[in-house]
């Protein structure tokens, strides 16, 4: 199983561009989620979904959209990027138990000039 | 979720017991304690958690008080590789999986 697979590993954009982060599970999970990391700080959520068709806002929902088309997959777009979305994305997958386990990608890097 | 408090930084060094303190003042009954760790900007990597009962697995031990109002996260025989920002998260009162991350430690071993 290759777990959590994020696409693309690293990413220039300019101001005022869109793009689509993908992230894609192989261990049929319920759950997934789409965090962010700027320097020196801890994780902080921004969008997640309890199952395909579902999405709901986390903590920093603001200039992102997201969709869960298919179980596997969980998409993240800026619609216009902002220098401030500079940042590490990660997105992650658990089960729909409780003491649940969540299983990380291994992030893209997102720069915006 | 509660909150969780950490010390900012610890060393170890390598070879030793790393104990990783936690507190959870405001832990309610039904909330876990989990710890993650995160590796010079990798993705985080579960490590262990529970409820009221220490635990034990390959990676680690959790020993959580009686009043389950701290834990306690030992990593037995610390390597180099155990370098790393570890997070103590709390969570449970809902369902939908959310983790709240906090500053984490961060744990430097040292040979």
């Known amino acids: 199983n290759a777990g959590v697979t994020q696409t693309p590993k690293f990413r220039v954009l300019k101001t005022g561009q869109s793009m689509t982060l993908l992230c894609a599970q192989d261990?049929?999970?319920?759950?997934m989620y789409w965090y962010r990391q700027d320097p020196g700080m801890g994780l902080r959520l921004i969008h997640y979904?309890?199952?395909?068709?579902?999405?709901a806002k986390g903590e920093v929902p603001d200039g992102y959209n997201v969709s869960r088309l298919k179980k596997q997959n969980f998409l993240l777009g800026l619609e216009s990027a902002a220098p401030s979305q500079t940042s590490v994305y990660f997105c992650?997958?658990?089960?729909?138990?409780?003491?649940?386990?969540?299983?990380f990608g291994p992030g893209t890097r997102l720069l915006v000039l | 979720d509660a909150k969780t408090t950490q010390p900012p930084s610890m060393d170890c060094a390598e070879g030793r017991a790393a104990n990783l303190p936690c507190n959870h003042s405001?832990?309610?009954?039904?909330?876990?304690v989990y710890w993650y760790r995160q590796i010079h900007s990798q993705g985080p990597q579960y490590i262990i958690h529970?409820?009221?009962n220490n635990e034990t697995n390959e990676m680690a031990s959790l020993i959580i008080t009686e009043d389950r109002k701290s834990s306690t996260l030992i990593l037995p025989h610390a390597t180099l590789r155990d370098t790393a920002v570890y997070y103590c998260?709390?969570?449970?009162?809902?369902?939908?999986?959310?983790?709240?991350f906090g500053q984490g430690t961060t744990l430097q071993v040292k040979p």
């Open positions: 992650a997958s658990s089960t729909r138990d409780r003491g649940q386990t969540q299983y």
């Open positions: 261990m049929n999970h319920e759950y």
């Open positions: 979904s309890v199952g395909e068709g579902t999405t």
């Open positions: 405001t832990i309610s009954g039904n909330e876990y």
């Open positions: 529970g409820l009221k």
């Open positions: 998260i709390v969570h449970g009162s809902s369902n939908t999986g959310k983790l709240i």
